[in-house]
């Protein structure tokens, strides 16, 4: 059996990822919503995280949103390192339960390689996760490899929805307030 990790050469050939920065208000409110409007309805959910205080930090406020809007308790809250020898612990406890949903907020590389690891080793399904805007990279569908973040979906910084499809981050625009409506005037 091959390793599901992420050799470090490969990691290195894309540069330097950036550290999630902290998340915002509007990004915080598109998950939360995301969340809310999915069909099938999300009942029962598992937060995961890395081990920076970013990561730590939007993990909790969704954590706290979801709570205030009345959702069941969280089923669990899993963190992992930004690198580790196997990631099967975290895996593990990731995927248990069998949660309708996964809420992750962390590094895309430690992401990639936590990913990868769930996709060789678990049931996780992609598409029933989502993330905060670090994870709308587009690198980071190419270092998990191929297929293994299809149809994850998140929020990015300006409360825009993203989604990984066949190998690409696709971000849609962010929500349009509404503008008020003008009278019709002579026919059309």
């Known amino acids: 059996m091959t390793s599901p990790l992420l050799p470090p050469a490969e990691a290195a050939a894309y540069g ?11 990004e915080l409110a598109a998950l939360l919503d ?3 409007s999915s069909r099938p ?4 959910v598992v937060v995961g995280h890395s081990r920076d205080d970013a990561s730590r930090t939007a993990a909790a406020a969704f954590i706290e949103g979801w709570r205030a809007q009345g959702r069941p308790p969280v089923l669990a809250v899993v963190d992992w390192p930004e690198s580790a020898a196997s990631w099967l612990r975290a895996a593990g406890r ?7 949903a996964w809420v992750v907020a962390a590094a895309p590389l430690g992401w ?12 996780w399904d992609p598409a029933r996760t989502y993330g905060f805007a670090a994870l709308g990279d587009s690198r980071l569908p190419a270092l998990a490899g191929p297929g293994t973040l299809q149809g994850l979906r998140g929020a990015d910084v300006e409360g825009g929805i993203w989604s990984i499809d066949r190998g690409w981050v696709v971000h849609l625009s962010p929500p349009l307030v509404p503008r008020a409506t003008r009278p019709c005037r002579g026919t059309l």
Not at 41 to 44: E, F, G, L, V
Request: charged share 20%; aromatic share 2%.
């Open 41 to 44: 309805r999300i009942s029962t």
């Open 34 to 36: 995301l969340t809310a």
């Open 94 to 100: 990731f995927a248990a339960g069998d949660p309708d």
């Open 16 to 26: 330097p990822l950036p550290s999630p920065a902290p998340h915002t208000d509007a």
């Open 112 to 123: 990639a390689q936590m990913s990868r690891r769930l996709r060789h080793s678990t049931d």
